[in-house]
């Protein structure tokens, strides 16, 4: 493999950026994958509909898709290598005996997506191809058992899909396209029209998800590899040597002598080491005794583990660490869940005034403003000396608060003036004739800038003092 | 009536008598309702549309005639249908062989009051139709523009059932109604009264608007609408029909409020109902009262009121109790 001529930025990365890459490696070359795809799964669809039994004709179509995802997977390996597709190219992979393992013993694995690579590209015999396997992915299948299971509830979901969208715009109500749907899945009755084209759907669906499949499982080989054998370090070098070729021809020339001089230092190094090595406090050996739970505490604690594929060393002050911030970010979410409950809930919630439109106290009820406590003297000075309106409205909403105090009126700030007459229409005569006497005064200077007369300013004071104000 | 002064006391008085004898005058033939009535009216002296929503049998052709009928105008209905065309609403030009002219034959648009019945059943081009005339009281047929008749106004009814194969009205046209009337059934006692007014002594099924006697003129219309402009804002009115139209904008469970042209219409429909008070100023309980039919249109609830079976009104009436009245 060429692996200067990659058409993929090789990193190494996470599992599910692997999976990620072969999505997009998919949609790249989605035409001639699907066309490789489709020029040899094609004949076997039209062999399956020369079988009687829909469940044979399935079963025909679904074991020879190992078949079928080997041209996808040629393709794409010429493809991203930059290669010239050809039909030599892509029948070379079908090749590897163990692909009649696939079709035989093996047709149920799950690992076909990521060890198909290894056996179709890689020119080994049988049991090196089984250390290369156990060596590349060092029994980290999950990916492998991912893209199956999702393959498969792709393909379920699109035949459903096809099927549901054919009945539904056929039939001209929702019961007939229900009843066909359902009637059509049922594939003891089915028909041989039927069956032809739930076959052709299963093939649609087969088609789209082997791209995904095969792209994914080849990704993840590509990653694999990257990691282990260090292929973007291989390129970056490649890529160096390219770029400083004079360069890297001076190094070497040059390095016998290194050489030379590196085997010099090596013999004089061996010996400081071996002085070293043999000194006293290098052969000095203390036993220290702690209770066995903290002696099997600090092995957990400082035990070094070899976490295979991911190349990660673990301990447990590492997993506790992990812990906490597991536990952190579950109490943020618990927060952030709660906060939006209860922003819903003050919105939208059983108590809430946009439901029951019940008013809160502070913004809804009467505010009990600061009346001066000389109230009539203010209101008259402030007449006398021509600040008509300001006595007025001091008037009027002393009038409103000592009606809502004394009557419980439950008169609310957002009433109008007419709203607050309609509540006090239940208080007593006097009372209620005084506030409609303020009311009325107020309403004229207020919006109608006409002023009242003296004497009926002061009439109005005095029935205010007297019916209202007094207790 | 008497002519028209230059007092305003005179004009506001004349105002008065007039609306509420309009206003008699309808409830003569259109049983219950009042509201109805009473938006209908202020809404056609203010110079605006109504949008009335309410299912088929509630008379709505009935009060426009019955409006008509009062100062004597001219009414046209347009029944709204999916294949009905701009061309069908505003007329159009055809070719006269006898003259080689084209001439103008104009639509149902020309008169004083039209009835635009479903008007959700027709096409966004052809509610378009309406737009112009709406905002310019003016049609352009070819090239040529037409003033319609004065006064003029726009009834468009809406069926709040069966609505499947319906155009919902664009935001735009929405607006340009300046209230939405809601027709309701009427209770046990006026449905009585409406059969026995529609079935006694005669073979019919419907209300006739004969007995109507005109109690305005068209002149007197155009007075009538002259004299809101006697009826004064106080500033804090003003700003209180403010707060309510802006307060749709920001409030919860509301995704669209009203644009200012609400509280241009809050406004002009609070002047009518001073005016029908005979009041020369507007005061903080005509806003109120208008605020609902101004605002009920104009306005779109977020999806989680919806679904929770909230309707504008509640939602606004909640909103207006939550904005303070001018009390200073």
Request: hydrophobic share 45%; with cysteine; glycine share 4%.
């Amino acid at each position: 493999m060429q692996i200067e001529r990659l058409q993929v930025v090789l990193k190494p990365r996470t599992m599910w950026e692997s999976a990620d890459l072969g999505t997009k490696l998919a949609m790249r070359w989605f035409l001639p994958l699907s066309l490789s795809w489709v020029l040899l799964a094609l004949p076997f669809l039209l062999i399956s509909f020369q079988f009687d039994r829909f469940v044979i004709q399935l079963l025909f179509l679904w074991w020879f898709k190992p078949l079928y995802e080997r041209a996808v997977l040629m393709t794409l390996s010429i493809l991203i290598f930059d290669g010239r597709i050809t039909l030599g190219g892509v029948l070379k992979g079908f090749a590897d005996s163990r692909l009649w393992f696939y079709l035989t013993f093996f047709r149920l694995s799950w690992r076909r997506s990521e060890n198909t690579p290894i056996d179709a590209l890689e020119d080994l015999d049988f049991n090196t191809q089984s250390q290369r396997r156990n060596w590349l992915y060092a029994g980290d299948t999950r990916i492998a058992l991912i893209v199956s299971l999702f393959g498969l509830m792709i393909e379920a979901i699109i035949v459903l899909a096809i099927i549901s969208l054919f009945y539904f715009l056929t039939q001209s109500d929702f019961n007939s396209a229900y009843s066909g749907v359902l009637k059509i899945l049922n594939i003891n009755e089915i028909s041989k029209e039927e069956s032809i084209f739930l076959l052709i759907a299963v093939f649609l669906a087969m088609w789209v998800s082997a791209i995904f499949y095969v792209s994914v499982g080849f990704a993840t080989y590509i990653d694999r590899r990257t990691i282990k054998e260090g292929w973007d370090l291989e390129l970056g070098f490649k890529k160096i040597v390219n770029r400083l070729g004079v360069l890297a021809l001076g190094v070497f020339l040059v390095l016998p002598n290194v050489d030379l001089i590196a085997r010099e230092s090596d013999a004089e190094t061996d010996a400081i080491l071996e002085n070293v090595l043999d000194a006293p406090e290098f052969n000095q050996t203390k036993t220290i005794t702690v209770p066995e739970h903290l002696s099997q505490y600090f092995q957990d604690m400082f035990k070094v583990e070899d976490d295979g594929p991911t190349r990660y060393r673990v301990g447990i002050g590492s997993t506790i660490f992990a812990w906490i911030l597991k536990f952190l970010l579950i109490g943020a979410l618990i927060v952030a869940l709660v906060f939006f409950f209860y922003k819903f809930y003050a919105t939208y919630g059983i108590g809430s005034s946009l439901r029951t439109g019940e008013k809160s106290e502070p913004s809804q009820t009467v505010r009990i403003r600061a009346l001066p406590t000389n109230l009539v003297q203010t209101i008259r000075e402030d007449w006398s000396n021509g600040r008509i309106r300001d006595a007025l409205a001091l008037l009027y909403s002393a009038a409103v608060v000592y009606i809502d105090k004394k009557f419980s009126c439950d008169i609310l700030e957002s009433d109008t003036e007419g709203e607050c007459l309609r509540k006090t229409s239940t208080i007593d005569t006097e009372s209620r004739d005084a506030f409609q006497e303020v009311t009325r005064i107020w309403l004229r200077l207020a919006y109608g800038n006409s002023k009242p007369s003296d004497e009926i300013f002061e009439s109005a004071l005095l029935r205010f003092e007297k019916h209202i104000v007094a207790p | 009536m008497n002519s028209e002064t230059n007092n305003p006391s005179e004009e506001l008085a004349f105002a008065a008598d007039a609306l509420n004898e309009i206003s008699s005058s309808i409830r003569r033939v259109f049983i219950g309702q009042e509201s109805v009535v009473n938006d209908l009216l202020r809404c056609f002296v203010a110079g605006g549309h109504v949008l009335l929503e309410g299912v088929p049998g509630l008379g709505k052709t009935l009060l426009v005639r019955a409006l008509a009928a009062c100062f004597s105008g001219e009414t046209g209905r347009i029944q709204f249908t999916p294949d009905l065309m701009p061309s069908d609403i505003t007329g159009h030009s055809i070719f006269n062989m006898k003259d080689s002219k084209f001439e103008v034959r104009k639509g149902p648009i020309f008169t004083n009051l039209l009835l635009a019945d479903e008007i959700n059943r027709a096409p966004a081009k052809t509610q378009a139709a309406l737009l112009e005339v709406m905002q310019e009281q003016s049609v352009s047929i070819d090239d040529v523009t037409f003033q319609v008749t004065s006064p003029f106004m726009v009834l468009a009814t809406q069926n709040p059932i069966e609505q499947d194969g319906t155009y919902p009205l664009p935001e735009a046209e929405l607006d340009r109604f300046m209230i939405k009337s809601l027709i309701d059934y009427p209770d046990e006692t006026t449905e009585a009264n409406i059969v026995e007014l529609t079935t006694k002594g005669k073979h019919s099924t419907s209300l006739n608007v004969d007995v109507i006697e005109p109690c305005v003129t068209i002149d007197e219309i155009g007075r009538l609408r002259r004299t809101t402009t006697l009826v004064e804002v106080d500033e804090s009115v003003l700003s209180y029909a403010v707060r309510i139209v802006r307060a749709t904008r920001v409030a919860p469970g509301i995704s669209r409020g009203a644009s200012p042209r609400a509280s241009i219409a809050t406004i002009a429909m609070a002047r009518v109902a001073a005016m029908q008070e005979a009041r020369s100023y507007v005061i903080p309980d005509d806003v109120k009262s208008v605020s609902l039919p101004v605002l009920r249109h104009r306005i779109a609830l977020t999806t989680d009121l919806e679904i929770e079976g909230k309707n504008t009104d509640t939602v606004l009436e909640d909103l207006l109790s939550e904005i303070d009245a001018p009390r200073s």
